[in-house]
């Protein structure tokens, strides 16, 4: 068996996977670069390993910025467009509202930003919106978001093929029992719009 992308957190498996808490710090530093320092979180439910994953990255990404952790500029979303609106609602009613939101992947992203217009929001202007997974489609959004990570999806599925693929091989010729569980980390990138 080989996991990709969604991989569990033991060791002893053979997983392809990319790093979103790497890419969460690199967003945070490229969004602090452009002078926010308010920068919010719409992280999706924490039954996802993602999620916790993602909230760790933003965290550490804050502290690494010498800015307050405030726990009110972090929401969740059951990942509907209902549960999204409630997340931004509660950041846009805040007495000091973001100046950036980080969005769980460029669905939710995209009903952020919905509800940002119906409430007169200047969108990658007064806030600036980031993301995950840098779905073909933002090239036809309106407001895609300035920055998403890329996490190479096809790529680690041909990875995970590939390792699938030696392993069956291996197994053939006799050689299963003495192989070692391989783990391949593909590197993330930041897309900007």
């Known amino acids: 068996m080989v996991y990709f992308d969604r991989v569990p957190p033991f060791e002893r498996a053979s997983k392809v996977f990319c790093s979103v808490y790497k ?20 992280n999706g439910p924490d039954e996802i390993a993602a999620s916790r994953e993602r909230l760790k990255g933003y965290i550490d990404g804050i502290s690494k910025k010498k800015l307050k952790i405030d726990m009110q500029m972090v929401e969740k979303t059951d990942l509907s467009e209902e549960g999204t609106q409630l997340a ?44 995950y997974a840098n779905i073909s489609a933002n090239k036809h959004a309106a407001y895609p978001p300035v920055v998403s990570l890329d996490q190479f999806p096809y790529q680690q599925g041909q990875t995970a093929m ?16 003495h192989m070692s569980f391989a783990q391949v980390e593909v590197p993330v990138s930041l897309v900007y719009s």
């Open 88 to 131: 931004m609602n509660k950041l846009l009613s805040l007495k000091r509202p973001p100046d950036a939101i980080i969005s769980f992947n460029d669905y939710v992203h995209l009903d952020a930003v919905k509800f940002a217009l119906q409430k007169g929001v200047q969108v990658n202007e007064e806030i600036l919106f980031a993301s």
């Open 23 to 42: 890419g969460t710090e690199q967003m945070i530093e490229w969004l602090f670069r452009q002078g926010r320092k308010r920068i919010a979180f719409i």
């Open 162 to 177: 590939n390792m699938l693929i030696d392993i069956l091989n291996k197994k053939q010729l006799g050689d299963a029992p």
